[in-house]
Structure formats: structure tokens, C-alpha cells
């Protein structure tokens, strides 16, 4: 088992509780959200760190990395918050490679969780100050759903921050000489995140360009 507390209480090691075999057959991938090649990642997000600065993500913030895939931010994030993440993937490997990668960078996470995200209220111990969606909720079949997962989740006045690609077409965004991220018709206007998410119980806080190709919403849970 990794080394995992929460205060003084040790929490269990959540990641491939199965050996590597997901434990629950419902739990489905969402359509598009097959994590990146690193190569053409790396060249798209160089500063992932300033990224996490920009979304809101506070030194003190407790912060759960919804669906962390290969732990390209979790690992900055960590270090950002001193190892106050609780990092989620539905995918075993993908939870090696980020432990790997936490570890990589000298830093560690509260708890490691494999299962799906819309499970999420039933998996934390305690409520969070910030959950972070990167590149993942335009593949979100039910995003109504999964934002009143996610605010059961926060703790009062928590924030939700969704990264994500911007609507232009596939061809136009472009990375290292190829087009890039989910499908044209899959992607999604900011105003597009607010109309769901706004009426799931929470207010925009800030909607931020990541240049390129992204942009950055956040959202804060209302009582
Ligand atoms: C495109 S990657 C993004 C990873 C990371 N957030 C980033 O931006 O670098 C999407 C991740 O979501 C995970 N995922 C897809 N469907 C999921 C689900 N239903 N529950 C939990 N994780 C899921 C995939 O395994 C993959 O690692």
C-alpha cells in the first residue's frame, strides 16, 4: 500500500483494488477521453503548474484530480498543495503512471481511487475545496449528472473547475504538425458549461482562456 493518511487517520489505497481488472463491469470510459501521447502533451500544456495557479487552486485547498489520467497535472497539483489530492481514474493503468509520476516529482496524494467518476459521491472521506475536470467533461454522457456528483462532493462553497478544448474545428487545432483533441461536434462552448452546470447548483466564477486551444471555467457550489 502506498503511504496514505488523511490527518491521522490511514486511508486505504483505493488504485487497482483488483490487481489491474476494473472492479465494477458497469463502469464505462467516457466516449473521447483516451488520455494523450505525452509528446505532443508536454507541447501543448509546458507549464501545467501555472495552469492550476490560473484555475484558482489555492496553496491550502484540499483538491480532488477527477478523472487524473497519466498524472500530467496531478503531480504539480500535488506539489501545489502539498499532497492534498485525491487523484481518480476509472482506467488501472493509467493510475500507475500517475503514482508514477507523483513519485517522479518527489511529491504524494491523500488517496489514489480506480473507479468511475460518477461514483465519486460515495468515494471520499471528506469533502474537498476544489474539484479539477481536465479535458474530460466534454466526453461526459450525463453532465448534469456528474456536476451534482461532483458538488455532493465539495464542501460549502466549494469550486469546480472544468478544462477544457475549445469549439474550433479538429483541423484548426493543430500540435506538433497534427490536428489535435475530440471531435469538432463533441466540444464545447463556455456558455455551453454554464447552461449545465449553473442550473446543477453552482455560480461561474471565472471563465479563463489557456491559450491555445482551451479554456478554463470555474464554478462555485451554492448552499
Ligand atoms: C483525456 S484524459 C485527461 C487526463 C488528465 N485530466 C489530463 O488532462 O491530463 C481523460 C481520462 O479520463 C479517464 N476516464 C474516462 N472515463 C472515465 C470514467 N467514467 N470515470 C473515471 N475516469 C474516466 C480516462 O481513463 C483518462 O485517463
Redesign the pocket.
Known sequence: MLGITLGALPLPDLGCPCGGRLSDPM????PA????DRDW?VALWPDPASVLRQLGIQPDMTVL?L????G??TAPLAKRVGGKVYA????PE?LKQAKAEVARQGVSTRQWIC????KISELLPEPVDYAL????FH?VPDQTGLARAVRTALRRQGLFGI?NWLPLQREETTVLGKPRGPRTEMRMSSDAVRAVIEPSGYRTVRIINLSPYHYGAVFEAVP
Open positions: 463502469s464505462t470510459r467516457f477521453t483516451t488520455m494523450p502533451w484530480d478523472c487524473c489520467g497519466d500530467y497535472f481518480l481514474d476509472l482506467d493509467m473507479a468511475d467518476a460518477r475536470m481536465a479535458n474530460t466526453g478544462v
